[in-house]
């Protein structure tokens, strides 16, 4: 048995959850796009936790945080418990959504540390051969609000939540820069997270070319012969 793992304030960490059987319970559409949003944004206020990114691949997510009061634990499971019941209810299913694998929750201990596991997440897309760029992806991304300092905001799933319900109609969710890079301008820390990510389309381009590979294309990719439904 592994020993307990260790919850220490103020540190930054890289979270990861598969779906079940790697299936497409997450595959990008308006309603999956705005309740992933939705309950990541509930779980953030409730922990008092702090995203630097965030993006949703059809059958996984990675997600960074900061964690000033040592929250992470409870961040993850009210944020992946919400979410997967909120899913399934849009997807009309009621088995496991996520893994029975374990979360994998990576320390970030150094600032390059923090930034490759950003660029990983949002170049993850056009690495995986499914479009060109990290920016044609159809589904949850955190790049654009990183590169503007900016935010996301969500409105109630109307198939899950109640109408008459305490929780909040429309809620907003703040992407944090890093603490590591606080001394950069916006400018500076959005061409440093740019030029990452669009050094990693580069190679992912290269190699399609020269294996003869071609990206699935955003039309392939939402098409219901893709569905998590099917």
């Known amino acids: 048995m592994s020993l307990p793992r260790e919850v220490v304030p103020g540190r930054d960490y890289m979270i990861t959850r598969r779906c079940s059987e790697r299936r497409f319970f997450l595959r990008p559409d308006p309603e999956t796009n705005n309740a992933f949003i939705y309950c990541l944004a509930l779980a953030v206020q409730r922990a008092k936790v702090e995203v630097t990114f965030s993006m949703a691949m059809a059958n996984h997510a990675h997600t960074g945080i900061h964690d000033p009061e040592g929250n992470y634990p409870a961040f993850t499971e009210y944020f992946h418990s919400l979410l997967a019941r909120c899913q399934n209810a849009h997807l009309g299913r009621f088995e496991n959504f996520w893994s029975s694998e374990p979360t994998s929750v990576v320390r970030l201990l150094e600032p390059h540390d923090i930034l490759d596991k950003m660029v990983y997440a949002y170049a993850n897309p056009p690495v995986a051969d499914l479009v060109d760029t990290a920016e044609d992806w159809p589904g949850v991304s955190t790049l654009q609000a990183t590169l503007i300092d900016g935010e996301l905001t969500a409105t109630r799933?109307?198939?899950?939540f109640r109408e008459d319900g305490k929780l909040p109609e429309t809620i907003t969710l703040k992407i944090h820069r890093p603490k590591a890079f606080a001394h950069l301008s916006q400018k500076e820390w959005a061409e440093k997270v740019?030029?990452?990510?669009?050094?990693?389309?580069a190679e992912a381009r290269e190699r399609r070319t020269r294996d003869g590979k071609k990206v699935m294309g955003v039309v392939l990719l939402l098409s219901e012969g893709n569905s998590a439904r099917n």
């Open 157 to 160: 799933p109307a198939f899950f």
């Open 194 to 201: 740019r030029d990452s990510v669009q050094a990693k389309e």
